[in-house]
């Protein structure tokens, strides 16, 4: 994909950044790509210990290498404190990944996704609202939005009334939010509904990353609805050439708000057995496999509609689960041998 350098009315360039959730999986690969382009980022995380906060450092370690790349320890619920970074007033777009991620996790710790996900959407809104050249706001919401639904494809004119888990509510409340902002405000926004990333770099609570582990270790894994779900995966290269792409080229035409949402997928959902094997095939070694009920906060299948992205910026997903994952295996063994 070709991408320009041009702000959203394609007359200057873009030269500089925040993103939030820097130390996390996609937001080191976003600042990462941005780096490459001659982009500074400045880059906030609050380093939290949901998961280890090493493999954090390891990849602020690696953007840190580029000179332009400046880090805050922060979490951005904490409005004053966000307001008073150096810098951070007078960047051309905001990439807002940080949030408080896990399904099952929101079921047993719901008021720290209130805090992360919710005022920490608010606080990002108010920094875009006071900046002093009205920055564009990209921001991750997810597909965990569309809940309960059973149409295939997910497309963004669904309904999005019924979420399953405290997390999915939190990230529809987010979209609800920044449409207020639009509206009120006329801040430009871009919601970009993320399906199962996965890919080096990841993160271990995720399914392809614990499952890898558990058949290297020979322990068994736990796997659930008797293995009756699908996931659309979405490698991390892929992921981030359709952020970069929101970022890097002009907003499209909206109506009179503008806020726009978009799925972001590999538009082709994979069998969790299926899964199980190309992790087999790529370990070189069988799963030990243990069946259980369907989880609470779990859905059946997630299955994007990216055509709406796709016409507006050139989105096309390239790589297939049997690539994808053995590159993540390659990684992960090296990652656990360093």
């Given at each position: 994909m070709i991408i320009s350098n041009a702000d959203r009315s394609g007359s200057s360039k873009t030269e500089a950044v925040l993103v939030t959730g820097a130390a996390g999986f996609i937001g080191y690969y976003v600042s990462l790509a941005l780096l490459q382009r001659g982009i500074r980022v400045i880059g906030v995380d609050n380093l939290n210990d949901y998961y280890p906060v090493s493999l954090k450092q390891a990849r602020l370690d690696l953007l840190s290498a580029h000179d332009g790349f400046t880090f805050h320890s922060l979490d951005i619920s904490d409005h004053?404190?966000?307001?008073?970074?150096?810098?951070?007033?007078?960047?051309?777009?905001?990439?807002?990944?940080?949030?408080?991620?896990?399904?099952?996790?929101?079921?047993?710790?719901?008021?720290?996704?209130?805090?992360?996900?919710?005022?920490?959407?608010?606080?990002?809104?108010?920094?875009?609202?006071?900046?002093?050249?009205?920055?564009?706001?990209?921001?991750?919401?997810?597909?965990?939005?569309?809940?309960?639904?059973?149409?295939?494809?997910?497309?963004?004119?669904?309904?999005?009334?019924?979420?399953?888990?405290?997390?999915?509510?939190?990230?529809?409340?987010?979209?609800?939010?920044?449409?207020?902002y639009a509206r009120l405000y006329g801040i430009r926004q871009v919601g970009l509904r993320f399906?199962?990333?996965?890919?080096?770099?990841?993160?271990?609570?995720?399914?392809?990353?614990?499952?890898?582990?558990?058949?290297?270790?020979?322990?068994?894994?736990?796997?659930?609805?008797?293995?009756?779900?699908?996931?659309?995966?979405?490698?991390?290269?892929?992921?981030?050439?359709?952020?970069?792409?929101?970022?890097?080229q002009p907003m499209k035409p909206v109506t009179d708000v503008p806020h726009r949402i978009y799925n972001i997928g590999n538009n082709t959902p994979v069998q969790l057995m299926r899964f199980i094997e190309i992790l087999e095939?790529?370990?070189?070694?069988?799963?030990?496999?243990?069946?259980?009920?369907?989880?609470?906060?779990?859905?059946?299948?997630?299955?994007?509609?990216?055509?709406?992205?796709?016409a507006d910026y050139g989105f096309a997903p390239s790589t297939p689960l049997e690539t994808g994952i053995p590159i993540f295996i390659d990684w992960l063994r090296s990652y656990k041998t360093s």
């Open positions: 004053a404190w966000l307001l008073a970074l150096p810098g951070v007033k007078g960047v051309d777009v905001v990439i807002h990944l940080a949030a408080q991620a896990g399904v099952r996790y929101s079921l047993e710790n719901p008021f720290v996704y209130a805090a992360s996900n919710l005022v920490g959407h608010l606080s990002i809104l108010e920094l875009v609202r006071q900046a002093a050249k009205q920055p564009l706001l990209v921001y991750a919401s997810s597909s965990s939005v569309y809940g309960a639904n059973t149409k295939v494809p997910f497309s963004e004119s669904d309904p999005v009334n019924s979420p399953v888990s405290l997390y999915a509510a939190t990230k529809r409340a987010d979209e609800l939010m920044s449409e207020s399906f199962t990333v996965y890919g080096p770099w990841g993160r271990p609570d995720m399914a392809y990353w614990s499952f890898a582990e558990k058949i290297l270790a020979g322990e068994p894994i736990q796997v659930f609805n008797n293995g009756h779900l699908e996931r659309d995966f979405t490698y991390i290269d892929d992921i981030v050439s359709g952020v970069v792409a929101t970022v890097l095939q790529s370990i070189g070694k069988k799963a030990l496999i243990q069946f259980e009920p369907m989880q609470p906060g779990d859905v059946h299948s997630t299955y994007a509609d990216v055509s709406a992205i796709a």
